[in-house]
């Protein structure tokens, strides 16, 4: 696609319960970035993928969360048992080298009730 | 400890007037970036800069990159309303493939 497309868009979810955050990079990308961002803060850094494996996943928070990407495309970011806490927008950003400039999606705003 | 520590954490200055953005840290960068973020959208990327000493200009908005590589200034001539929203910079460490980012400048330009 044109750009990173991210759905969806806003969750709210009850304390306790799975979430699944998907992201659609840009076609061609072979590199893949989740990050968090929490309200009035700058990215954490989650999750790096190149093509479909992930040689970092030292930013993610908890054995809560895991990421998954195939057909070196889309990726889900899946929490599970959400908390308070995991209340915050999740940001993906996909790069042609992971060098170069990162595009971003919109994000997901996600808020756990 | 961020990897990448920004000054001013807030900026809030008059159409018209100048502005600059420090991004500092005691690590070397093969490339630092700067990115904007608007409210309910993902960050844009403004600017990447490579070699130690480079600047760069996008119409009012001039880059510089630090000679050591450690560090990155953004300043902003003739701030405009427009100009307004989260700025972030990024840096990618010699000795790592991750990028990493400031906790980002606030900037708001008021008519």
């Known amino acids: 696609g044109a750009g990173v497309s991210q759905s969806p868009s806003n969750k709210v979810t009850e304390k306790g319960k799975d979430v699944e955050l998907r992201c659609d990079p840009i076609?061609?990308?072979?590199?893949l970035y989740w990050y968090r961002q929490r309200l009035g803060q700058g990215l954490e850094f989650l999750i790096y993928?190149?093509?479909?494996?992930?040689?970092?996943k030292s930013g993610l928070p908890s054995d809560r969360f895991s990421a998954e990407r195939t057909g070196e495309s889309v990726s889900t970011l899946t929490i599970q048992r959400t908390q308070q806490e995991d209340s915050a927008v999740y940001l993906c950003?996909?790069?042609?080298?992971?060098?170069?400039?990162?595009?971003f999606g919109s994000g997901t705003r996600l808020t756990v009730v | 400890t961020q990897l990448l520590e920004q000054s001013p954490q807030f900026l809030s200055i008059q159409e018209g007037e100048n502005l600059t953005v420090y991004c500092n840290s005691s690590?070397?960068?093969?490339?630092l970036q700067w990115y904007r973020q608007e409210p309910g959208e993902g960050p844009v990327l403004l600017v990447t800069?490579?070699?130690?000493?480079e600047v760069k200009k996008l119409k009012r908005l001039t880059f510089q990159f630090g000679d050591a590589r450690k560090d990155s200034s953004l300043h902003i001539t003739a701030a405009q309303p427009g100009d307004t929203g989260l700025y972030l910079c990024a840096g990618t460490p010699t000795n790592d493939y991750k990028l990493s980012f400031g906790a980002g400048t606030t900037v708001t330009v008021r008519a």
């Open positions: 690590s070397v960068f093969s490339s």
């Open positions: 993928f190149q093509g479909n494996s992930a040689p970092d």
């Open positions: 950003a996909s790069s042609l080298t992971g060098t170069d400039g990162y595009t």
């Open positions: 800069v490579v070699t130690g000493g």
């Open positions: 076609s061609g990308h072979t590199a």
